[in-house]
Every structure is written in structure tokens, then in C-alpha cells.
């Protein structure tokens, strides 16, 4: 068991580097100790409804102020999506939100057209509650995320009255934006949120829970990301896509497809400040990548980080496609769980993949030390030392110019140990 | 650690069924005491070489005495192929084979232009030492199977000091045949051999090694299947791909596939009897089957034995291909490792394969209990109790007629261990 003994806790990750730089007002600048309240115009709250048996929160709420009502949303790409997955892309196609209501403690999922019901109830709910205090609202204008154990119906009697009361709990300022963080968590140990301040004044705040999506883990992810720059629903829609494919579609936790994975942003223009679409890309952007690389120093079971970078490839798309398979191998996850620099797995990985390669060309390094040059291993390359938190694997096709990276983790004895025993 | 105490170890599996049935000469026999010597005209041995730094038995040879020599083989699908595929892929295209050289300790893979040279030297050892024993051979006649740790250089003054000495250590009978059988072993903890006695008074006989193949684990899986019946190469290549196209080719213990898997099958003719090509199917395909249900039963890690099945689907394909997507799921096979009926995770996998299907039509049973119907949990579904060694997963998709299973194991701790730890 020397392999479990030498390998740190998630806690033991350093902080990554932060794009920050520069004086503040001079480049875009990002913080985690804020969420999706931190731009103007939004509030949140995060409360505990009794939906987790445990009593831990479990019901958040994020509410739009306006004056603009933009949003946009990226959705799970399994088959089987869950009921609130199927709510929230139909309300979307306005290209208008006014609240998101969340939900821990239970997914529902392969809950029928009763589960489907529950979901229109809750969003209602939210309608009616947020019209009594004081906002018109449809319920076609509020979107809903769950997260929890596939299968099970969601006890409908607390989630309603807890809708009621997180109404009433709405708050600015950063501490509602933290409550719902924390209350979005199912597995993770800890909330995530990351915020970018713009120089040109307007924001965009996050908050995420889980490991990944459209090619990631069952421990569900959701995001809400909010910004208070004057954007259209396009321009939203085209920032969303073009952040989520190099980030979340680029964490590979256990290449398991979640049925409820969401991302949203919503903007209230709050700013009164209009953003040109290269901005906002790159704000956008940011902010998924840091929740992106939380959400890997947080995901099941962790010890290691790992990055597996292909360079080299004919196209983008072979790079994440041969980078996705080696992040995916089981034999490679758990030889880095052992500290143990086995090259050949990366190889033999490679050429499994989808992609044409060719062997005789191919070389690997492990943290910038070389371990195999045009398919064959290199002196040393059984010394390297792996024993760290983080590993990146770089893998040269030299078939051309292409590259990417996706973020995944080890295949631990704790992976193992909690996805056995999650719904008994 | 519930779930680790609970589990059988794998010699607690009981024996599956035998496809033997009536009085010995009614139908054919299957038997798992004898192995390539069991059919005539074929000699084998065993011998510890001093590759492997154990002094455990580590070079085996399996001898076809004739008269005839026709050969077939099928190969790992993996892009990066170990010198001794490349060797043997090469002198298959003649349809003969005269000798099977194994060697375990090495998988001589990513060694370049120099570890075929090995592999050709290799050859020319054997070809010359049988020459000296009085059976002219030519290198072209000897196909090499290596197995063990990707990226080393074999040791080649004792792998050819011990091609000396296996050939003057072949015996007739069946000692022969089971000292080679332990000799290919590398991580597997039991020999691997079964023999089918065919009433028409013909024998097929094989022995194996590893996890898989053309899916399977790197655990490398090698076969040699041999048979007494006089039959053309293009007889046994017929058989041989029918065959191993429902056997290994549907055991898919981790998804990694080996840079060596190598699946040979050597007639000799000595029994003089002209087979039908059904003949021979039925019975290439009896030996491949129980030597897959070893390998599974065997398989790294595994406290289960799971069978996927698939049924309703529009084509044969589809149902492999999602059967193969179950089988390969972490999150699955980790709560099936927990005996948890977590049947939500089963939908989720099914839902991210590559095959269209209609979530609001799946239905999946546990060892024959109903968990999920049109996509729904049934009532007792999480109460299944799936605490014994075997697990029957059968996913209904309703689409068409096809049908189609995939052997797996769960997803344990020892998989992790045995595997964090293995080039250290």
C-alpha cells in the first residue's frame, strides 16, 4: 500500500497561477472569493430545505435583476437527460432568464413524465414566489438544475417550501453567492466560485459544482456563470459555447456522461456597459477555466492532476480525441496514482485511440523530462520522478501543428472506495 | 471498507458450465485439464529461461509435428504493435506455421529496429535448434508471442540460451502442454488450457494468457490454439475470426487494448480427418469461450464476474457496441465492485454511447430482477441483492430484434493496486 501512503490530500494542492497581473484597473483581474453575485444586478441565496437526508444545504436560488434578462445554456450531451435538463433547454430557447433554482440531494433523473411534472412544479413556484415579492415572473423564465442519486423522485412537499422561503432569503453582496455555492455541493469538499473584473467595468461571476461535463463524471457538474455587461443572448450564446468546449468539454474525470450536466450565464446588463464579443470571450473564458481546474483539484478520490497535452496532431479535434483516450485509460490513471512513470501505457494508449498515428514517431515527456523518443523509451525514463501532485504528460504525433490538452485525474483506492458505496 | 470484505476472492468462483452433454462420443467434449497437446501431432514445453527476475517459468514452444502446417492468426488492432506482432503478422501471410515461441517477462513493444531484430533473431534460434533436432524449419515457419512490461529490451543471451534448451525439452502428452501454459503467465494467478474431443474423432486444444484482446486489457493476452483435424488455412482463419469475434474480442475487462494480443490457431492434420467448416466453427469457438470465461474469472482485480447483455437492439453491432460502453463505465463497474444496484449509472451509460437509442424505452434487469422500466426505477429496485461473485446485467433497448453480451469484471481495489505498482 506504499502508493496510497505517499500521495497527498486534495487539500495539499498549491493555488494555481491566477491570470491576474499587472495593477488592478489595468488588466482583467481574477478572484475566488467571489461567485455569480459579484457582478451588479444579481442575487442569491442558498438555503437547507430538508431535500438531503443529512440536513447540509441543499436548494439555491439565482435571480436576475436586470435591466436585461439575456441568457444562454450548454446542456449534457448524453441520451438520457434528466427532467430539469429537458425544462431548461426548451425555457432557453427564448434566449431570456430571470432566476435559476438548484438543487442538491437528488438528480432527478429516469423519473418519468411524474419527474418531468416535478420540475414544472418547481419552476412555478419560483414564478409565483419571486411575483409576491415583487418581480412578475413566468415560470418559462426560471431554469432548474438538479444534482444527486439517478432514479429517485425528488419529496416535492420540501422542495416547495423551500422555494418559498430562499425567495425571502435573497441577498447581495458576496454572502449569497457563497451560500449558493455551498449549497449546489454533492460530492465536492468544497464550493467553488471564481470572479473576473474587467478594467472596462463590467464582471463576470461563477459558481460550479462536480467534475466535469459532456464527456465527464455522474458527480453531476453544474455552473451558473453571471456577468452584468450589456450582451445580447447571441452574444452569450457564442462566449458560452466557445469557453465550455475548451474548458468543461475538456475535463475528463472517469469519462462517464453525467444526465444532468448545465452550464448557464445569464446577464443583467446591470453595467449599462456594451461588451465586444472578443472581451467577453476572453472573460468568459476565464472563469470557466479556473471553476474548470477546481473542479479537478476537487474531483473523486484525487491525488494527482494530471494533464495530458497532445502537440503535433493534424487538427484540434484529433489532439482532445487522442488526449481524451490517454485521459480515459484506466492503466495509465492508476500507474500515476503510483507515482510509477510506465510510458508504454501512454503508448499503447495513443495507439488505441481513434486517430491514425504513426508509432515510429511518436515521444512522450512526463513534467518536461523526456521518457520515449520515436517510440522507443529513452535512458532514465524509468527514474522520473512522479511523486508530486501534479503530472503533465505531453505527447508529440509530429504529424503537424495541432494541439491540445484535456485535465483529468488518477484512478485512486478513494475513487474506488466512494463510487462503491454512493447510493447504498 | 464494507464492500472490500464482502467480496469473494476469485477462487471462490465455482466452475461454469461445461458445454459437454450425453455419453463421451455422442457430442463433443470439452475438458480443461488439457491444452495445445491434447490434439495429435503437436509437442510443447515450459521452461524457466531467466527472463523474468523471479526465476518463475518464462519461455514456452508449442511444436506442430505435422503432416500438415497450415496456420491462421489474428492480431491486436492497437496502431503501436510489438515487434513479435509485426514478426508474426509477416510469416502468417503464408498460412504456415511449423512453432510458437513464447516468452513472458517482456513485452518487447516500443523497443524500435532493435527489438525486432530480437524478434527475428528469436526466430532464427528456433528454426535452427529444431533444424539440429532433425526437423528442418525456416525462421519464416516460427511465429513469437511476448508479453510482460512495454518499452524494455529482452534479455537475448538467456532468451536465446533458452530456446536451446526448450527445444530438447518438448514432450508428447500433456505435461508438455501445461508446463507452457505456466510459462506464458505474467499477472494471472491460474494456467489456462481446455481441449474439445469431437466425436467425429478430431481435437481442438488451446491454452491462453491475460485479460482480453483487441479491447482488452494490457494485461496481454496471448492464445495458442491448436487442432488434429486436416483442415486449410483458409478453413482455420474462417474459424478462427468467427470465433474470436464472440469470445475475446467481447471481454473487455478495462477498455485498454494491448500492443501485443496475439491469438494463434496450428493444425496439424495427424488425425487425418477432413473437418466441415461448421465443424470446426462450433469447435474453435467452444475452446476460445471457456478460455475468455478463465481469463475473465482470472482477470486483474476482479472480485466479479459480470456478464452485459444487450438485447433489442436494430443490428448485432449496436448491441456490442453498448454492451461494450457498460462494461467499460468506471462508475458502473465500481458500484457492481460495492454489490450496489446502482441502475441509474447503467442508464447513463447506456444514454452516452454511440448508438441512438430511446431513453423512455430502457429497460434493465439485475440477475433477472426488473431495477428500471421505460426508463423508470420499479419499486424494490435498490433492495436487489447483488452480494454473490456472478452479476447478469441484461439492458432491453426495444428497437429492433439483435442481441449481443460483453464479459467484464468490476472495478476493485486490488485493479488499482495491482496496477499503481506494476513497472515498480
Redesign the interface.
Known amino acids: 500500500?506504499?502508493?496510497s501512503e505517499q500521495t497527498p490530500t486534495p487539500s495539499a494542492f498549491p493555488e494555481p497561477d491566477r491570470i491576474e497581473g499587472g495593477a488592478p484597473g489595468d488588466r482583467p483581474r481574477l478572484v475566488r472569493e467571489q461567485g455569480v453575485t459579484s457582478p451588479l444586478g444579481f442575487r442569491a441565496a442558498g438555503i437547507a430545505a430538508g431535500i438531503k437526508a443529512s440536513g447540509a444545504p441543499d436548494l439555491a436560488l439565482v435571480f436576475n435583476e436586470g435591466p436585461d434578462h439575456s441568457a444562454a445554456g450548454v446542456f449534457t450531451?448524453?441520451?438520457?437527460?434528466a427532467a430539469p435538463v429537458l425544462w431548461s433547454q426548451q425555457v432557453l430557447t427564448t434566449g431570456r432568464l430571470r432566476a435559476v433554482i438548484l438543487n442538491s440531494g437528488g438528480?432527478n433523473?429516469?423519473?418519468?413524465p411524474g419527474g418531468f411534472q416535478d420540475t414544472h412544479k418547481t419552476a412555478e413556484a419560483v414564478a409565483e414566489a419571486l411575483s409576491n415579492w415583487g418581480t412578475e415572473t413566468g415560470a418559462v423564465e426560471v431554469a432548474v438544475c438538479s444534482t444527486g442519486?439517478?432514479?429517485?423522485r425528488l419529496p416535492m412537499d420540501k422542495v416547495l417550501a423551500g422555494v418559498t422561503e430562499i425567495v425571502h432569503e435573497m441577498a447581495g453582496g458576496l454572502s449569497g453567492g457563497t451560500d449558493a455555492a455551498h449549497a449546489i455541493m454533492t460530492t465536492d469538499t468544497k464550493p467553488k466560485q471564481a470572479a473576473l473584473h474587467h478594467p472596462q467595468g463590467w464582471n463576470v461571476g461563477g459558481m460550479g459544482k462536480g467534475a466535469g461535463m459532456m464527456a465527464p463524471?455522474?458527480a453531476t457538474m453544474l455552473v451558473v456563470l453571471t456577468t452584468d455587461a450589456a450582451a445580447t443572448p447571441e452574444q452569450l450564446d457564442t462566449a458560452l459555447r466557445r469557453a465550455t468546449a475548451r474548458t468543461f468539454d475538456r475535463l475528463d474525470i472517469?469519462?462517464?456522461?453525467?444526465?444532468n450536466d448545465t452550464v448557464l450565464l445569464l446577464s443583467s446588463g446591470a453595467s449599462q456597459i456594451p461588451v465586444e464579443q472578443a472581451d467577453l470571450d476572453e472573460a468568459v473564458f476565464a472563469v470557466c477555466d479556473d471553476l474548470a481546474a477546481q473542479m479537478q483539484a476537487d474531483a473523486e478520490g484525487v491525488t494527482k492532476r494530471i494533464r495530458i497535452t497532445v502537440a503535433g496532431a493534424r487538427t484540434e479535434d484529433d489532439a482532445v480525441a487522442v488526449a481524451r483516450w490517454v485521459a480515459?485509460?484506466?492503466?495509465v490513471k492508476?500507474?500515476l496514482?503510483?507515482s510509477?512513470p510506465?510510458?508504454?501505457?501512454v503508448?499503447?494508449?495513443?495507439?488505441?485511440s481513434p486517430v491514425?498515428?504513426d508509432?515510429?514517431l511518436?515521444s512522450v515527456s512526463f513534467n518536461g523530462s523526456p521518457v520515449?523518443e520515436?517510440?522507443?523509451?529513452v535512458a532514465g525514463?524509468?527514474e522520473v520522478d512522479l511523486a508530486g501532485p501534479d503530472v503533465d504528460v505531453v505527447v508529440d504525433l509530429k504529424l503537424g501543428d495541432a494541439s491540445a490538452s484535456v485535465r483529468t485525474t488518477d484512478?485512486?483506492?478513494a475513487?474506488?472506495?466512494e463510487?462503491?458505496?454512493?447510493?447504498?
Chains 1, 2 share one sequence.
Open positions: 500500500m506504499t502508493s450531451r448524453n441520451q438520457v437527460k438528480a433523473a429516469c423519473t418519468g442519486l439517478i432514479g429517485d463524471s455522474l472517469d469519462g462517464c456522461i453525467s444526465t480515459r485509460d484506466s492503466l492508476t500507474a496514482f503510483g510509477d510506465n510510458w508504454g501505457r503508448l499503447a494508449a495513443v495507439g488505441a491514425r498515428i508509432p515510429d511518436l520515449c520515436n517510440g522507443c523509451g525514463a524509468r484512478l485512486s483506492h475513487y474506488v472506495e463510487n462503491s458505496a454512493y447510493s447504498s
